[in-house]
């Protein structure tokens, strides 16, 4: 079978689409072939895949050939077990009759005989010429057709369709596509039966000796090739997979030694995607394949079908994995390839695959899908890159290769190659070693800004001149020492990976490459000299000339400027596609390596537009290592563009860097270009951000507590990352509430200078007053120079499990709480009872601070009406504790003065209505007595004893309005206003003791004290009014004089006074009408109790005050002129809501002498019961002859249900002692409910 293999070859190349072959019995072909030929290619053509699952094609390709077709007459038999695939899929039948004898004497054997063979899928299209207008022909051609399907189609399949040349049926059409794609599905599934069935036949023999891979591969391959055919993509794809599974199973078995491959002209370009790059016969190798052609075939004929599906993102995948496992493959047959031949290789194969899958990429993925898809790309681009790297340092372009952290990590963990045998140099390649050598000499090591002195990145995995004197022939490695003194100073060797390099460098290694003996033409190389480096790379470079056949990649390593081309495009290749995917990261890496090409061309504008990418992932990475590598560069750019803002920026990000990471003069020559930057006139400054460099922190403890509305001082622990010292020309905090993020911070501004040394330094600042709640630190502001700036880092100043350390992570400690408002004084009043009215009394106030200090508090005081303080007299203020403890033992004669001498006690004077509390008063309780006097010009009135009167306190009442003001800054305000009550000392009542029988009054005056203090009368006398007079004397004394009198706090003295009635005949107009009592008396009480001695009195005196009351003696009725009388009812009973007629009778007992006969009368009703229907006040005429009479009459409504008292008739122009009520009116009247409305109500 493995004979077939250029035949299998050759029909592969020619069959691409299904068979469906025509026997044409009646020549109708020419007459019909242009009508099937458009019903191809099939649509929706439902075919079986391997599995048996049904699957669409949406366009089957397919093609109609004649039996008679020498393309179907020159197949042998013995071919068809092998090449099924070729063979025709359906066979169509074209036949036509109209005649029945011709039917069954000519046709039908014919058509027997046709369709004898089984395995072949076949149908019969009857086609009909008559016609439509012949009615007889189309009825016979009716009945042919019956017959036909009669004899050749069963109830199991339909095998007969009919056309009609003058006039097809749309029907027609969708049935011979049906019978075209059944039968198609049908010889589909009878081939993969078989094939499956010899595939697995050979399967089991693969162990056996006479086990052939060739054999097995066409097999598989057809099977493969017949699923492409029919568009089932996946499972050509997946015969495929399992055919690369079992060739690996093969080719890695021990046994037959096989060659590898890749030796001839070309092998280096991949041909990944290109299957007919080799014909398969060119890699037989016995019964196999040989691995190197064989499995990039595998994978060109997997990608196709892969494209075809409309994958390219698993073209890409495969791809790169199969590049990395077949690079592996290439490395373990290397000393059998040419020189550098698996980094050629790899280059070309991730390149092609790069093109073809952009090419057939036409987006439409997912976004994750599309991410991959670019990922992929840029893995591609990157392994090209790294190898086409190697290349161009193994022929001497390293000296102009950055030694960044990436191509360090790249190159230097890439092996060297490993041929057989290192190249020699050509023995007439003397110039070219004298050109590398003046290569190597006129190297400049850029230094970089700042004067930062750094050894360079290794960019090999070893020494290069160790490696290749090592694998050359039949020569030894030679003097380690002499090798190292040869080799280029390029940032490699064995301290490659120092931080710091030295600050010479050793210059005997450029002087003994300078004095080198090149290569001549008369003799190579001495066998007994290790190569150079010069010479290893004019050798690697010819030996690459002989390896690479694509001569876009030859010519790209041709020249510097040519490999620095090709370098760039697949950097930005790689760039691109990783910023596109979800590797960004990699991508902004790699814009730091595009950036050092654009920097070395002059290109500095897009160069710091790349460094600010890497420099803002690295410093978000925390990759501080690779930032102090790359940041510099920024910085150099961003001077040169005279982007001062920029560079001002990134020389303040390399003194934020860790200390270890520059050397001291270094960070400081950082500082001083940004102290010269600030002092200096910028075109454009802008806010400076040293969050990294200047943060802060509360100190530790607990926060500053405050009270709400109170100033205060807030010391501040700021960190400098400066080098040396700085001076910051203004200072600003601000203080964010931590219980409301919406709400603005608050700034605390200093705008004194401050000098920040290195590392920690603590500032105060004062605070204005806060609302309450708690406050973190926001942000640091500040301004150097010119310049201002902003840090809102706080401080890692202290080990972790201290209170010292702040980060990111942890919450933000407090470093402020400003406490909700509370009571901090309180002020009451320190007299418990009332003190004495118009004289000059002490009232205290105490002032009790609640957990705050009083220093220099100052209080104000403004008295209410009728209330004066004595501003002459001077104020006192004493501790409170003391006040009480003296008056505690005031009445105590054991208690000896020592026991309250020391009474803490000042006196001050009120100025302008405002005192100073003394220091000594800052956090006791003390008590401030002032003295005050409130005014009242009436005089008191007695009540009698049998009809008492409330007394009304609000008319003792005055106000004394306090307003402190205390705090630091006395901008805490506290203002109550106080009532005090004030009182006579005696609340004065009368009662006729006794009335004699001679016309003699005893008269009781009863003394009440008011007061919580102790009353002394001295003398007391009365001045009767008219109408009475005293008895005995007529001094107006007692009776009975038991002066002085002590009448203790709120006890009840009695004075007797004998008067008797006076002759009205006697009595003159405009004489007293209200009696006076006069009484002397003294007052013993403390002021911290209530009334005491008048301030105006000295002490040791006894202080007599005098005090009078107006007392009303009413004569009694004995000649009353006017009598009243209440009348009945009109009615029985009173209702809610009726009129009822309230009458009087008002009668002269005597005779008058008066001009005016009219009488004044009022009606007094509670309108909460009764409501007045007339008028309630006017005059009646009352005729002046003793006897006279009138009624008066008033309509009331009664408004409430119950015993109620009736309104009253009172005459006020006539003296209640001229008016005798006879009858007397009723106390109480019974009033009942209204009736019951029966408006609404239905008759029984």
Same mark, same amino acid.
């Given at each position: 079978?493995?004979?077939y293999l ?8 020619s ?8 026997? $044409?019995?009646? $020549? ?33 390709? =397919? ?28 066979? &169509? ?35 009909? +010429? ?7 022909a189309?009825k ?6 019956t ?10 399949k ?6 009609? #040349? ?7 059409? @969708? ?9 198609? %599905? ?50 050509s ?25 890749? *030796? ?56 790169y ?31 092609a ?41 193994? !022929? ?35 110039? @070219? &070693? ?11 090591h ?70 080198s ?7 190579s190389?001495?066998? $007994? ?9 004019v ?50 890496v790699?814009?730091?390596? !595009? ?13 710091? +537009? ?5 420099? =803002? ?12 590598d790359?940041l ?31 050397l ?52 501040v ?13 203004s200072?600003?905090?601000? *203080? ?42 926001g ?37 402020? +709480? &400003? ?90 004077? #009120? ?46 009442m ?21 009532? /005090? ?30 007061v ?98 107006a ?10 002129? &006017? ?12 209702r ?17 002498? @008066? ?21 309630? %006040? ?34 006020? $122009? ?13 106390h109480?009247?019974? /009033? ?7 408006s ?5």
């Open positions: 079978m493995a004979n250029a035949q299998f070859q050759t029909i592969k190349s069959c691409d689409r299904l068979v469906i072959a025509v026997e $044409d019995v009646s $020549d109708l072909w020419p007459t019909v072939k242009e009508s099937f030929e458009q019903r191809l290619p099939l649509t929706k053509a439902c075919l079986n895949n391997k599995t048996r699952n049904p699957v669409y094609v949406d366009k089957l390709p =397919a093609e109609f050939i004649l039996t008679t077709d020498a393309r179907l007459r020159s197949r042998f038999p013995q071919e068809q077990s092998v090449f099924w695939f070729r063979e025709p899929y359906a066979t &169509v039948v074209l036949a036509t009759c109209e005649d029945l004898d011709e039917f069954r004497t000519i046709l039908k054997p014919r058509l027997k005989l046709i369709v004898q063979n089984d395995d072949r899928e076949w149908f019969i299209v009857f086609v009909s +010429k008559v016609h439509p207008s012949n009615d007889q189309t016979m051609a009716k009945k042919v057709y017959r036909l399907e009669v004899d050749f189609s069963s109830k199991k339909e095998r007969c369709c009919k056309l009609d #040349l003058h006039g097809a049926d749309a029907s027609f059409w @969708e049935d011979l596509d049906s019978k075209i794609v059944e039968s198609i %599905r049908s010889t589909l599934d009878r081939r993969v039966q078989f094939y499956e069935e010899e595939i697995r036949k050979l399967s089991e023999q693969r162990f056996m000796p006479v086990w052939n891979f060739c054999n097995f591969f066409i097999l598989k391959e057809s099977l493969a090739f017949m699923f492409e055919m029919a568009h089932l993509h996946e499972d794809l997946r015969e495929y997979d399992e055919l690369e599974l079992c060739y690996l199973e093969t080719v890695n078995a021990p046994g037959k030694h096989r060659d590898f491959g890749g *030796l001839e002209s070309g092998d280096d370009q991949a041909a990944l995607l290109n299957p007919g790059f080799k014909i398969l016969t060119q890699i037989v190798q016995d019964d196999s394949f040989r691995e190197f052609e064989f499995r990039q075939y595998l994978f060109a004929c997997q990608s196709k079908l892969l494209f075809k599906l409309n994958r390219p993102l698993e073209v890409a995948a495969r791809g994995s199969f590049i990395i496992s077949y690079s592996k493959t290439l490395a373990m047959h290397e000393k059998l390839l040419s020189f550098c031949f698996q980094e050629v290789w790899v280059i070309t194969a991730c390149l695959l790069i093109n073809s899958t952009t090419s057939h990429y036409d987006g439409g993925l997912a976004p994750d899908t599309e991410k991959e898809f670019y990922r992929l790309q840029g893995d591609l681009y990157s392994l090209a890159r790294v190898k086409f790297m190697r290349l161009a340092y193994l !022929i001497g372009y390293g000296v102009e290769m950055e030694k960044s952290p990436i191509n360090s990590a790249s190159l230097s963990m890439l092996p060297w190659p490993k041929p057989a045998t290192w190249p020699s140099v050509p023995p007439d390649a003397s110039a @070219e &070693v004298l050109s590398k050598e003046k290569m190597f000499l006129q190297e400049n850029r230094v970089k800004h700042f004067n930062i002195h750094r050894k360079a990145l290794p960019l090999e995995p070893s020494l290069l001149l160790r490696e290749a004197n090592r694998r050359r022939a039949a020569l030894s490695i030679g003097n380690l020492s002499e090798l190292l003194e040869s080799h280029h100073n390029d940032g490699s060797g064995l301290d490659g990976n120092s931080r710091f390099s030295p600050s010479k460098t050793n210059a005997s290694a450029t002087m003994s490459r300078t004095h003996v090149p290569a001549t033409s008369e003799g190389l001495s066998l $007994d000299r290790p190569m150079r480096l010069s010479e290893i790379h050798a690697a470079e010819h030996a690459l000339k002989r390896t690479i056949s694509n001569l876009d990649l030859l010519s790209s390593l041709s020249s510097l400027q040519e490999y620095e081309q090709k370098y760039m495009e697949l950097t930005k290749g790689a760039a691109e596609n990783y910023h596109r995917s979800w590797w960004k990261r990699h991508g902004v790699l814009d730091g390596e !595009i950036a050092a090409i654009l920097f070395k061309h002059g290109n500095f504008d897009l160069a710091a +537009k790349s460094y600010e990418k890497v420099c =803002a992932l690295y410093a978000g990475e925390g990759w501080q290592d690779l930032l102090a790359v510099p560069n920024l910085a150099e750019c961003q001077k040169i563009l005279n982007d001062e803002a920029g560079y001002l920026s990134s020389c303040v990000r390399l003194l934020s860097l860790d200390n270890d990471l520059f001291k003069k270094e960070r400081q020559a950082f500082q001083s270009e940004v102290v010269r930057l600030a002092h200096s006139e910028m075109k454009h400054p802008v806010p400076l951000d040293v969050s990294s460099l200047i943060t802060f922190s509360g100190n530790p403890g607990l926060p500053l507590e405050l009270c709400d509305g109170d100033p205060g001082t807030l010391s622990t700021i960190w400098s990352g400066f080098p040396d010292d700085i001076t910051l020309e200072l600003s905090l601000t *203080l964010s509430a931590s219980y409301n993020v919406d709400e603005g911070a608050e700034a605390i501004e200093s705008s004194d200078a401050h000098i920040l040394k290195p590392g920690r330094n603590v500032i105060t600042l004062d605070i204005p007053p806060q609302k309450p709640g708690s406050y973190v630190l942000a640091l502001t500040g301004q150097i120079g010119h310049l201002r700036f902003r840090s809102h880092g706080f401080s890692k100043g202290g080990p972790e499990d201290s209170d010292d350390f702040m980060s990111y992570e942890k919450p933000t400690r407090p470093v402020l +709480k &400003v406490l909700k408002p509370r009571p901090l004084v309180d002020i009451t009043a320190a007299v418990s009872s009332a003190l004495l009215m118009n004289e000059l009394q002490w009232f205290g106030i105490i002032i009790k601070p609640i957990n705050y200090s009083m220093k220099g508090a100052i209080l104000h005081i403004d008295t209410g009406p009728g209330l004066i303080i004595e501003e002459s007299h001077m104020i006192e203020i004493e501790d409170h504790s003391k006040a009480v403890e003296r008056a505690t033992y005031a009445g105590d004669s054991n208690i000896t003065s020592s026991a309250t001498s020391a009474r803490v006690f000042e006196q001050v004077l #009120l100025q302008s209505g405002k005192i100073e509390l003394p220091d000594w008063a800052s956090d006791t309780t003390t008590i401030v007595w002032f003295p005050v006097r409130a005014i009242d010009d009436r005089i008191s009135r007695g009540a009698s004893a049998v009809f008492p009167q409330k007394q009304n306190i609000v008319d003792g005055r106000m004394i309005a306090l307003k402190l003001e205390f705090g630091a800054f006395h901008n805490q305000i506290f203002e109550r206003t106080i009532a /005090v009550n004030f009182t006579d000392p005696f609340n004065v009542t009368t009662r006729i003791a006794d009335k004699c029988s001679d016309g003699i009054l005893l008269l009781q005056v009863i003394l009440h004290s008011q919580k203090a102790t009353l002394n009368l001295y003398d007391a006398w009365l001045d009767l009014q008219a109408g009475f007079v005293h008895i005995g004397k007529g001094d107006g004394r007692p009776t009975s004089s038991f002066f002085p009198l002590v009448i203790s706090p709120s006890s009840t003295a009695g004075i007797l006074f004998t008067i008797r009635l006076a002759n009205t005949r006697d009595q003159e107009d405009g004489v007293q009408t209200d009696s006076l009592l006069n009484i002397k008396y003294g007052i013993i009480g403390d002021r911290t109790v209530g009334a005491h001695t008048a301030v105006s009195v000295k002490p040791g005196n006894h202080g007599e005050l005098l005090f009078k009351s007392l009303v003696l009413q004569r009694p009725v004995l000649d009353p002129c &006017v009598a009243v009388g209440f009348l009945p009812f009109s009615c029985d009973c009173l809610v809501g009726q009129l009822v007629n309230m009458r009087w009778r008002v009668e002269r007992l005597k005779n008058i002498d @008066e001009n005016r006969a009219e009488v004044l009368y009022e009606v007094d009703a509670n309108p909460q019961n009764w409501m007045i229907a007339g008028r309630k %006040r006017g005059h009646v005429s009352l005729s002046k002859t003793q006897g006279s009479r009138i009624e008066v009459t008033v309509t009331c409504v009664p408004l409430v249900s119950g015993y109620v008292r009736p309104p009253q008739l009172g005459l006020p $122009d006539v003296g209640d002692a001229n008016i005798s009520c006879n009858p007397a009116g009723p109480l009247v019974c /009033v009942l409910p209204p009736i019951l409305s029966s609404y109500c239905i008759p029984a």
